[in-house]
Every structure is written in structure tokens, then in C-alpha cells.
């Protein structure tokens, strides 16, 4: 083979578009590609799109735009576009722009490499949902050293048809992978310096995958990652109330590598906003499950998300969100102004004015970043594990993430990258903490 070929792929969205990022990096390596860093060098392009709010979408055409002069300047660059924007829009984003090669749905990675073959003298689409494993298909050839921090994809798709949710479209009905596999990867990644693993899924406390003995869920795959040696930290995003079942509660309390931080969205604190949501919990519900997760696991951080401005929603039942947000105490929280997706139940319905519902996001926003600020600075004087990922900014510095994943420098030694140290919390700034090691 001559020159590598260059790849230049940007990721937009979730923690399971960066997973499966790597994935297709590790998939073209096969038809001589090697991963840079900026587009300008590139012989192809690759947009890893989301497609959960507009904004995500609508970014996606105007960095495609971006790309019109290098295409002009190298004809025989290829420009494709991957994620679930490619899943929902297919044929379509051709049709609007018509320099893109290549486009490929998220359950048609495997075939990214014959796709990419004969992109270029033909436009090549798929965002078909195949039979086959892609999992199996994309397992990644050259045992590359590794970060000590991975994703690990577990469960895809969901079932739940939230009324303002694409995911269901575009990522299919919810699959589990085998347990096995699971632990196989884990394994190899562990072998390739990787100390802690998220595991992904849109819905993965529904994790039930094939096991040694009937379908797994997702406490039993935490239990079995933790006999894995060398693994020392097991965290797992994104997770639903209603699956949240008590061996998985009582993981949280007795798991020792299973890091006090959970991430699960309410997306509303009114129970006639989630009923038309069809969220199918209520806001006492919600509550009821915190307290038996904190009573578990006292530390425990808890995070989630919400939409402000779903259709219908008054000036009571956001008020309802604020308290909800008040009662739990968040330590992390995600939230966003309702973005009506064409295809799902709520996008047909009245819509919130549009400068009432900003105006709500800001003073939902102003109460869930004064609490994450309180849960930050109640960690001072508190000794923590920290997992070093990189050098800080600072000469001597290195930076790592907290149990509860709150970012920490600390002066070290080089030597501490990718090792997990005791660490004691001396002071909280505004988005990350300072502590020294013990
Ligand atoms: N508009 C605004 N936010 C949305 N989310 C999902 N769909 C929409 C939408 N149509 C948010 C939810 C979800 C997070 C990943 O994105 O809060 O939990
Ligand atoms: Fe979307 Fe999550 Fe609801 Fe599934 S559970 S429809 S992924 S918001």
C-alpha cells in the first residue's frame, strides 16, 4: 500500500456518536485511511451527526457548506455524512447538498468500508436496519494503546416514544448486545490500558443482553465487569426512571467499582406536562426513586435533563420543574429549550411561545448551575479517587475526573497519567476543583 489516506471525521451529539466515531476510524483503517486532525489535508470527510434538536441538525448543513471550497480545490475528496441527521434525512441531504458522497445510518457502520470503496464515481446511501451484528462486523483490528477512560456501546435504540424524542426513529428499537461480547470488548480494552468504562445506551438500565443463563440485565453485567482486573471504574449513560430496577439500586450501594454519579432524566417536574410526554413516571415517582438510590448510596451524584417549553406547557407546570429541581438537589443537569422534531407526536401540537420558554430555560438554568456549584464546593476537605487523563494547563500540573466526575487538577508527576490516585479536594473554582495528592 502507498501513502495513508487521511481521515478527517468531527462528531456532533452524544457519547455514543464519540464511540461510534472510533469505530469508523478503526473500520477505514482497513482501506488505508489514518485519522488527522483538521479538514484542509483530508482525502475524506466525515460528519457524525445528531439529529436531537434542530440546532444539532441545521449545523450540519452549514458546516457542509464549509466544505464547498476544498471539494472544488480537490474533486477527489469524499464527503460523507454518518449519525442520525444521515438516518433521518437519507437521500435528501444529497438533494440539498449535492457534493456529498456518501451517506450512512448508524446501524450501516460495518459497511462503511465497501461503502467508502465506491464513493466518489457514485453516490452511495444506506440507512437501512440490517439483521447483522455491526458490533461483530466493526471489532477493532490493530490493538492500538488506549486513553484510560472508553465508551463502551452495550444497548441501542429505544422503545420508549417520548413524545418529543427522534431516537426511537432514528436509532431503531432498542437491541442488547450479548453479555459476552460485552465482556470481551471490555476485556481487550482493559488489555490496551483502559482503566474505567462508561457503558452506552439510550435506554441502558433496559440492558438485557444474552447471558450464560437467560438474558442479563444490566446490575449483572456491572457485577461481571467488576471481577474484570486492571478495570478499576465502571460507569453507564443514559438511563431511564422506569428501568431502574433494585438490583441495579443495590449495585450502587455494594459494587465497589461503580462510581456514585447517575445520570437520570426527569425532562419535566409536572406530572400533566410528562403525562403528555408520555413519560409514563410522575414527579413523585422520580422522587421516591432518588431517595431509595440515594438510601444505597448516600453520596451518590445524581444528574438529568429537562425540556423547558414542551407544547402546552404553563407558567404552573415549569414552576413545578423548579421545585422538582429544588427537592433533589442536582449535581449535574442538562437542559434545553423544547425543539419540535418533524416526525414525532409533539411537534403537531400548540407550541410554547418561543421568548416565554427562553426566558424559562434561563431561570431553569440559574437554579441547576447554583446547585452544581454547591454540590462542587461541598467536595473540599473530601478525599476522592481521581483517574489522570491528561497534562493540566498549568507547568505540572495534571488533570483528571473525580468518583463523581467532577474535573480535578492536581500537581503531579507525569507518571500519574492514566493511573487512578487518592486524591484530597482543597478547592473548588468555577468548573473544576484543585486537590493534592495523598
Ligand atoms: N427538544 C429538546 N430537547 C430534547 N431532548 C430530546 N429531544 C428533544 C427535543 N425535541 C433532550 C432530552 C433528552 C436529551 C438527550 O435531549 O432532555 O434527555
Ligand atoms: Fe428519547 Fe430517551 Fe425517551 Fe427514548 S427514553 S424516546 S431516547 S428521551
Not at 473500520?27 to 483538521?38: C, I, M, P, R
Not at 447538498?97 to 465506491?118: F, I, K, T, W
Amino acid at each position: 500500500m502507498g501513502e495513508p489516506k487521511k481521515l478527517y471525521i468531527k462528531t456532533y451529539g452524544c457519547q455514543m456518536n464519540v464511540y461510534d466515531s472510533e469505530r469508523m476510524v478503526e473500520a477505514l483503517g482497513g482501506n488505508g485511511y489514518v485519522e488527522v486532525a483538521t479538514p484542509d489535508e483530508a482525502d475524506m470527510i466525515l460528519l457524525n451527526t445528531c439529529h436531537i434538536r434542530e440546532k444539532a441538525a441545521e449545523k450540519v448543513y452549514s458546516e457542509l457548506g464549509r466544505f464547498r471550497d476544498l471539494k472544488v480545490a480537490k474533486p477527489d475528496l469524499k464527503i460523507g455524512v454518518a449519525g442520525c441527521v444521515a438516518q433521518a434525512e437519507g437521500a435528501e441531504i444529497i438533494a440539498r447538498q449535492p457534493m456529498v458522497d456518501l451517506v450512512v445510518g448508524p446501524q450501516s457502520y460495518h459497511r462503511l468500508p465497501e461503502m467508502e470503496a465506491r464513493a466518489g464515481s457514485e453516490k452511495v446511501i444506506d440507512t437501512e436496519f440490517p439483521e447483522e451484528d455491526k458490533f461483530e462486523r466493526l471489532k477493532a483490528r490493530p490493538k492500538a494503546k488506549r486513553g484510560p477512560s472508553a465508551f463502551l456501546t452495550v444497548q441501542e435504540g429505544c422503545d420508549k416514544f417520548c413524545a418529543f424524542c427522534v431516537v426511537p426513529y432514528t436509532r431503531g428499537a432498542e437491541v442488547s448486545r450479548p453479555a459476552a461480547r460485552v465482556l470481551e470488548e471490555a476485556r481487550d480494552l482493559v488489555e490496551r490500558g483502559v482503566r474505567e468504562i462508561t457503558l452506552l445506551g439510550q435506554n441502558v438500565n433496559a440492558y438485557h443482553g444474552a447471558g450464560a443463563e437467560g438474558d442479563w440485565g444490566l446490575a449483572q453485567l456491572i457485577w461481571a465487569l467488576n471481577d474484570i482486573d486492571g478495570l478499576e471504574r465502571i460507569r453507564f449513560t443514559t438511563s431511564h426512571p422506569n428501568d431502574m430496577g433494585d438490583d441495579l439500586i443495590a449495585a450502587h450501594g455494594d459494587c465497589a467499582k461503580l462510581m456514585p454519579y447517575l445520570h437520570l432524566p426527569v425532562q419535566s417536574g409536572s406530572d400533566r406536562i410528562l403525562k403528555r410526554m408520555n413519560r409514563s413516571h410522575t414527579a413523585e415517582s422520580y422522587l421516591r426513586l432518588i431517595e431509595r438510590i440515594r438510601a444505597a448510596r448516600p453520596d451518590i451524584l445524581i444528574s438529568g435533563d429537562f425540556i423547558v417549553g414542551f407544547p402546552e406547557e404553563t407558567e404552573v407546570d415549569f414552576q413545578a420543574t423548579l421545585d422538582l429541581v429544588e427537592s433533589v438537589g442536582y449535581g449535574q443537569a442538562y437542559s434545553f429549550k423544547y425543539s419540535p422534531r418533524p416526525g414525532t407526536p409533539a411537534a403537531e401540537r400548540p407550541q410554547v411561545d418561543p421568548a416565554e420558554a427562553a426566558e424559562r430555560l434561563h431561570r431553569l438554568q440559574a437554579l441547576i448551575t447554583a446547585q452544581q456549584r454547591a454540590a462542587q464546593d461541598a467536595m473540599v476537605g473530601r478525599e476522592v479517587g481521581v483517574l489522570f487523563e491528561r497534562a493540566g494547563r498549568m507547568p505540572g500540573q495534571m488533570t483528571g475526573k473525580s468518583d463523581h466526575l467532577h474535573a480535578v487538577h492536581v500537581q503531579a508527576p507525569p507518571e500519574v497519567l492514566g493511573q487512578l490516585h487518592r486524591v484530597r479536594i482543597t478547592a473548588s473554582g468555577p468548573n473544576s476543583l484543585a486537590g493534592a495528592l495523598i
